[in-house]
């Protein structure tokens, strides 16, 4: 077994030490309560640990299983976040073709280019070309109505489905000195450190949290940004073996990675409340949609990607 | 309607029932993959507002746009209310070919109306034989595909005389959305977006309640479903 496979099953151990710890207070707290008292936080919250259950398990199989795996996870993931996204963007019949493009060409190419590691191109394919020719297919149905509405919400949807998702199996193309093939840790870094501080930003928000950041868009608190990044910047300092960054390196990009993801999902946050949602979907029980769960990570991935391109390779 | 037998010469009652049982087989095969081709697509699902899925004798009546909304609302359904829905179906577009003829009496159960003016079909006759039997039905009170901008049609009176026929019956209003963007009418490839189908509280034809009267309510309490358009 290579050092990077025990790592993987390492960390997923680790992980599932957690969620045996969570599911098993949930329970206790289950069992202790009245019978047929229904207490809907706890519900809420029990949903939520089984949810995680199952993305443990899917992102831990997608990492033992290595490149393929990873590429075949965030592909799904991004075609899955695109569909919610698109489902709730401006767009007329005359968008149809550009649409189906979107989904069945300006996607799949995406992931094969990551897939094959042409970082020249993959960083400017949906930026450069998707945005300059997708217009142009739609133009050539003759409808101007609500035309700049329906192409700008179209390219922000293949900007934050596609091209951001795509950015977390990308981290696997980075080539750093004495790392070697274990690029796949830092995937499992991001995710890590930025899917726990949200937790523990949501868990401080809670207990402490009195400052709004913005009213009338999300309960997000100061005090509970403060604390989730600060978690997350502990979480990185324990992590930093997996990683080339060393102790203070990984403190610093969970830090950076965290703080980008929590503001990150502020803006998911005015877009749901523009459309008037509460969830982009429910195809993940107790959390929402793909685009719900992933928000911070979309945000945090290709600032990860840049920075640690720029400092480490 | 039956195939081509594969065994000329064998005794015709095995025959008759390997057929039976194979055409059955498939049916069942033919409707679990349309259930999971709309599942993967559109990520389809139920939104029950008004009323529970539970086995009661309904009529769902729905908003006509394209011809995915009766398999979609289909699929949501539960498998014990799926086993005895029988959608109310146009019998020229469901026999016009083979597989057709198949999919429409056999894997969805079709309850078939001729439409052409010169056969009197008596499709009321039909749609209360098929609830003295205990199915429960989906129609489409528009009577045709909507492809105006308008959310409804028209009803045509067959919703009522349903209701006056058989008051008992739940009517229950079901509202399909999003499949105009998903398959716009003379367009190929349908988007994989996220389809909904939202069922309200279920309503009843009430004593001395006008023709008019109660289909105005029925097209309202349906178009309340809709949601906001806020693009």
């Known amino acids: 077994m290579s050092s990077t496979t025990e790592d993987i099953l390492l960390l997923a151990f680790a992980s599932f030490g957690i969620l045996i710890a969570m599911t098993f207070v949930g329970e206790v707290l289950r069992a202790r309560e009245e019978p047929g008292f229904n207490n809907p936080v706890l519900d809420t919250y029990m949903t939520r640990v089984q949810s995680w259950w199952g993305m443990v398990a899917f992102v831990g199989a997608a990492l033992l299983l290595g490149r393929p795996g990873i590429m075949t996870l965030f592909a799904f993931a991004s075609f899955a976040a695109l569909r919610e996204f698109l489902t709730l ?92 093939d274990r690029a796949l840790l830092l995937v499992a870094f991001l995710v890590m450190v ?86 982009w979907s429910h195809l993940i029980p107790g959390q929402g949609g793909f685009v719900d769960q992933l928000d911070s990570v979309i945000f945090a991935a290709p600032i990860f990607y840049h920075l640690t391109k720029f400092f480490y390779t | 309607m039956g195939g081509a037998c594969p065994f000329p010469n064998a005794l015709p009652f095995a025959n008759v029932t390997l057929m039976k049982f194979l055409r059955q087989f498939a049916a069942r095969i033919v409707g679990q993959s349309i259930r999971i081709f709309a599942r993967a697509i559109t990520a ?93 039905l989906i129609i489409f009170p528009e009577g045709n595909r909507n492809m105006t901008d308008d959310p409804l049609l028209p009803f045509k009176a067959g919703l009522y005389n349903m209701g006056l026929a058989r ?50 309510r029925a097209s309202d309490a349906l178009v309340a479903l809709a949601p906001e358009d806020r693009t």
């Open chain 1, 89 to 180: 963007t401006a767009k007329a019949q005359a968008d149809h073709l550009s649409l189906a493009l979107g989904f069945f060409v300006v996607l799949p190419l995406q992931y094969v280019f990551v897939g094959l590691g042409w970082d020249g191109l993959y960083a400017i394919f949906i930026p450069v070309y998707a945005f300059l020719l997708l217009p142009i297919v739609s133009a050539l149905r003759g409808n101007p109505d609500r035309f700049l509405m329906r192409v700008a919400e179209t390219q922000w949807a293949l900007m934050i489905a596609v091209f951001c998702v795509s950015h977390v199996p990308a981290l696997m193309n980075l080539e750093i000195a004495g790392y070697g």
């Open chain 1, 194 to 279: 930025v899917q726990l501080g949200d937790l523990l930003e949501y868990f401080f928000g809670r207990k402490i949290g009195k400052t709004r950041i913005a009213h009338g868009l999300s309960p997000k608190t100061w005090e509970g940004v403060l604390c989730g990044v600060v978690s997350a910047m502990l979480i990185g300092a324990l992590l930093n073996w997996i990683t080339p960054f060393g102790v203070f390196g990984a403190m610093a990009m969970a830090g950076v990675a965290s703080l980008v993801g929590m503001f990150g999902s502020l803006v998911v946050a005015a877009i749901k409340r523009d459309r008037g949602v509460k969830d």
């Open chain 2, 44 to 136: 389809v699902r139920a939104d029950w507002q008004g009323i529970e899925p539970v086995p009661k004798q309904r009529v769902y009546f729905a908003n006509h746009t394209s011809n995915a909304d009766m398999p979609m609302i289909w699929s949501v359904l539960p498998p014990a209310l799926r086993r005895t829905v029988r959608p109310v179906a146009a019998a020229d577009y469901w026999l016009k070919n083979k597989l057709r003829a198949f999919v429409g009496p056999e894997v969805f159960n079709c309850v078939l109306i001729d439409r052409r003016p010169e056969v009197d079909d008596k499709p009321m006759d039909k749609i209360i034989e098929a609830l003295d039997e205990g199915a429960s």
């Open chain 2, 167 to 216: 008051p008992d019956v739940d009517l229950v209003p079901t509202w399909v959305a999003n499949l105009t963007a998903i398959m716009p009418k003379g367009e190929v490839i349908p988007l994989p977006l996220i389809c909904t189908v939202t069922f309200g509280e279920p309503i009843h034809v009430q004593e001395g309640e006008s023709k008019d009267d109660f289909l105005k």
